[in-house]
């Protein structure tokens, strides 16, 4: 894995390649990230980076491979990506949708665990009655989050 980092209105923002596909990314700079993307999916992952900070992205195409996780993990994350942008679920209907409807804290342990949070947008999933409750970036990075994507989509549809 080779990593790249970018400033983004949460903070830097580090994003690890293989060269075939993003398999990682983190809050922070990681020590060994370089500013210039080091492949053409580095350059992709940074360009949608970007264009989803600016509120230009709704949809990251960037091809993502998850390197490890459970079999109940790695379903947690796939549901993730099918949670519309600007939209929320709560751990108890994620644990439902994955088959498991009393899963609600493994689902926020999976959560914890996503190795790639923002492209697998893990920060869409809240606790019951709408309470912001855990996030591996820090809960003021996933208001900021949130925050964007509901700015945006008000946007889209008021436009």
Avoid at 35 to 59: H, K, S
Wanted: aromatic share 8%; net charge neutral.
């Amino acid at each position: 894995m080779r990593w790249t980092f970018v400033d983004s209105p949460i903070g830097v923002f580090s994003v690890a390649t293989d060269g075939d596909s993003v398999c990682g990314t983190r809050f922070g700079q990681v020590e060994e990230a370089t500013a210039e993307p080091v492949d053409e999916v580095a350059r992709q992952a940074v360009a949608e980076l970007r264009a989803y900070f600016a509120g230009e992205l709704t949809e990251f195409g960037v091809p993502v491979r998850v390197p490890r996780g459970s079999e109940f993990e790695r379903a947690v994350w796939r549901e993730m990506t099918r949670i519309p942008y600007g939209e929320m679920l709560t751990y108890g209907e994620v644990a439902r949708r994955v088959g498991d409807p009393g899963a609600a804290r493994a689902v926020g342990v999976a959560c914890n665990r996503n190795p790639i949070p923002v492209i697998v947008p893990c920060h869409r999933i809240i606790g019951a009655g709408g309470k912001l409750v855990g996030f591996g970036g820090g809960l003021p990075r996933k208001i900021k989050l949130l925050e964007l994507e509901a700015r945006v989509t008000l946007s889209h549809t008021w436009s």
